[in-house]
Every structure is written in C-alpha cells, then in structure tokens.
C-alpha cells in the first residue's frame, strides 16, 4: 500500500510525532518525511485512509490542513500562536548579532588598561615580586589560549585581565568544533605546568628562590585551571569532549561544577570563587534552555549541510526566535537577551563533535597533566603542613591579616618563620613565608 497522501505538514518532528501515533492508534499506517528543501516535515498517509486519518486528526485537536510553503529554502510562516516572531524583531535580533570588529589599537588599549588596573588591585594585597610572577604566569597561559584561537581561525581574538579574578582571552569560532575548542582549552595550562616543572628542577640545581616560587606560581595556576569544574578549562575541556552530545549530562556536570567551586569556595574562604560557584549555579536555568532547544532544531539540519557560525539562516533564526519567545519569561525576551541567547543555540547547532580516536586521544592527554599535577599539589601541601608544623613558631603579631601556607591549621593572623634561621632549603613546591 502506497502512503503517498500528504495530510499535513509540521515545523519539527516534534510537532509531527503526536500526530502520526494517533493515526496509528487509529490502525491508520502513515508515515513522516522530512523535505530538506522546504524544512518541514510532512505526515503521509494512503489514499484509501484519506478522509478518515483527516476526521482522526480533526477529533484529536489537530487541523487537518496542508501548510503551503514556499519553493524556496524557507518555509512562508512557521508560527506557534503568540511565539510568531515578526520580520522587524528578526532584523532587529539580526542586527543586534552583528559585532563591530576592533582594531588592534583597541586590543592593545583594553589589555593594557584591564593589566595595570590588575596590577594595581594586586598590589594592594602583595608584594610587586608576586604580582609581577602572577602577571607573567596569567600572561604565558592566556597567550596559548590566544595562540591556539589564531591557529583555528577565531576572530575578532582579543585578551584581557580581569581584576580580582585573572585573566581571559574571547573570540569567535568560524566553524565551531568539539575537537578544536577541547586543544584551545588545553592550550593555555599545558605549556604553563610544562615550565613549572622545569622551573622546579633549575630550583633542585641551583636553589635560587625565585624559581620555587615561579614553579609555585606556575603549577597552581595552570594546575587549579585543569580542574574539571566549568566554566575552569578543565570543565570547558570535558563538556566539549564528553558532553557536547548529551545536553542533560552536560547540565548535570554544570550544577556539580558549580557545587564543587563553592566547595573550594568555602574551604578557602575565596570571595573570588564564590561569586564564580554563584553564577554557574544561577545559570543553570538558561543553560537547560539553550542546550535543549539547541538539541531539537539540530534535527531539523539537512544531513552533511555546512553552515558558518557568524551568519543564521533566515528560517532558522524564525525558528530559534519562536522556541525562545516559550520558554523565557516575558521580562526577558529583550532584543539584546534573544539575540545572546540565540548566537548559543546556533553555535551548538552547527558544532562539529569530536570523533570517538579524538576523545580517546585527548582525554589521555588531559589526565596525562591534570593527574601528576594535583599530585604535585597534594605532595607540596602535604610538606608544607609538615614543615610548618614541625620547623616555625609565632614571633610577632601582624599588624594586617597575614596568609598562611594553604591548608595550615595555624593561625592566620600571626607571621612565621623558621625556628633555625640556617634552614633554608624547603622543598619544592614550597614557598618560605616571609614578613611583611
């Protein structure tokens, strides 16, 4: 029997879905086609079954009538009620897409301010010796992120500091892909734990300690940043790998992370990281909404199609714009928060995910670092209780609060140093403490 009646036509086959399993509840065989010409799918039955399977659909809520569409690539409306976006709206989110591209004078002009407005905050709390490390560290570790982004053909790369928090480099994939957005991410702390540990092994020939500290610096920054919590390169690293194909794992991991970052938050007293676990957290609504609605129109894509991140197709912008205009609250449907939120949903659209040898492949290389250097930091710490314990006593009160060694149990508030003064050598991974 041929099914070759076209009883109605839907914008997605979730639309379609319910549809066709009434009609077969009904013992009506029916069928649906997808008509990558026309995006739509369309509900077929035999002829024989016409008029029945249209009073089924009619009984059943449906109205039994064929959607004309265009003989072009996209379809005349596609419109759910109040969700139906208007061509104005969709020129105004166009528009609202479309970035100004900066000059490198601009580049240099925010990453020069944002740097010294950084260094001026840090030496508020430190020693310029500190800062001018931390600086130097945040800046070999932002530049592979740079470097990693300029070899994957992102534009508009632009780096900068953020005060109180570190540093960032942004850009704008061509072509998003898994597989380029997991190197990019390791770019950045590979190369700053590979010269930490040789800063570690010149301060085992030579014990000048400025290399302790810079092997310090080195190894847990980079090291912290490998941690599997996002928005952390380690947890960007893991969601483009593993989770970029599962929208609820990748929520799941995201309210963990998020869990996990107030966690360290607490047990540091950080201020810092507790804001970032507050964000993720709060996020976490939107994200569920972007990466599902992102799941569903992905269907919708014809098979093997290439499509370039920096423009979105007429008719699947309507599409984009109809989904959001449900699920967010009436508050936040600005022209401004749609067009944010739909550049998301498009980017994870079209993303090419990572190949089974690729993930395989990169996540060997991710333990590879991320495993001996927490071991190392576990290590550090472990001899840095024991020497703190065993090799310094309280001399003075502090004048200003003053930081202990991570994970002592002494207090904070009062400065240390070595009971013999000839003890000079600590091990690596362990900064003497000095006064003020």
């Keep these: 029997m041929s099914l070759s009646v076209a009883i109605k036509s839907f914008p997605s086959i979730e639309e379609a879905h319910p549809a066709f399993i009434e009609l077969q509840g009904h013992n ?27 009073d089924v659909l009619a009984d059943f809520g449906f109205d039994p009538i064929i959607e004309e569409f265009g ?5 005349a409306e596609i419109q759910t009620g109040s969700s139906a976006s208007s061509d104005n709206e969709l020129d105004e989110i166009r528009q609202a897409l479309k970035s100004e591209k900066k000059s490198l004078f601009h580049k240099l002009l925010v990453l020069g301010i944002s740097l010294l407005i950084f260094a001026w905050a840090g030496l508020l709390r430190g020693s310029p010796n500190g800062i001018f490390l931390i600086i130097l560290v945040l800046l070999i570790h932002e530049s592979g992120h740079w470097l990693g982004m300029k070899i994957f053909g992102y534009k508009d790369v632009q780096m900068f500091f ?3 928090f570190g540093a960032a480099v942004s850009g704008t994939e061509s072509t998003p892909c898994a597989r380029q957005k997991a190197i990019v991410s390791l770019m950045g702390p590979i190369p700053g734990i590979v010269i930490g540990i040789g800063c570690g092994i010149a301060y085992f020939l030579t014990h000048i ?8 610096a080195f190894l ?6 490998l941690l599997p919590f996002s928005p952390l390169d380690g947890g960007r690293f893991l969601e483009a790998v593993l989770f970029s194909r599962h929208p609820k794992a990748e929520v799941v991991f995201k309210a963990l992370a998020g869990l996990g970052l107030a966690a360290l938050a607490f047990h540091w007293k950080s201020i810092g990281l507790g804001i970032i ?4 957290v709060i996020s976490l609504k ?9 799941a569903i129109l992905r269907k919708e894509l014809p098979i093997d199609a290439s499509f370039a991140n ?4 007429q008719e699947f912008l309507k599409r984009i714009v109809s989904k959001l205009r449900d699920r967010l609250p009436i508050a936040q449907r600005t022209t401004k928060n749609l067009a944010s939120a739909a550049k998301m949903i498009w980017t994870r659209m079209i993303i090419r995910h990572c190949s089974v040898k690729a993930c395989i492949g990169l996540s060997f290389l991710y333990l590879v670092f991320a495993i001996p250097t927490l071991g190392l930091f576990i290590l550090a710490q472990a001899f840095a209780e024991q020497f703190a314990s065993q090799n310094i006593a309280p001399v003075e009160k502090a004048s200003s609060p003053h930081v202990a060694p991570t994970n002592t149990s002494v207090d904070s508030s009062i400065k240390w140093k070595p009971i013999n003064s000839d003890k000079d050598k600590y091990p690596w991974g362990y900064s003497k403490p000095v006064s003020n």
């Design 28 to 54: 009506i065989l029916s069928k649906v086609e997808k008509d990558p010409k026309q995006w739509c799918y369309t509900l077929y039955v035999a002829k024989i079954d016409e008029k029945r399977a249209f």
């Design 71 to 75: 003989s072009g690539n996209e379809p």
């Design 162 to 164: 953020i005060p109180g």
């Design 209 to 216: 300690k400025f290399l302790s500290q810079a092997a310090d």
């Design 220 to 225: 847990l920054i980079n090291g912290f940043n």
């Design 277 to 280: 676990a507050y964000i993720t």
């Design 286 to 294: 939107q994200a569920w909404s972007i990466t599902q609605t992102a």
């Design 310 to 313: 920096d423009e979105i197709p």
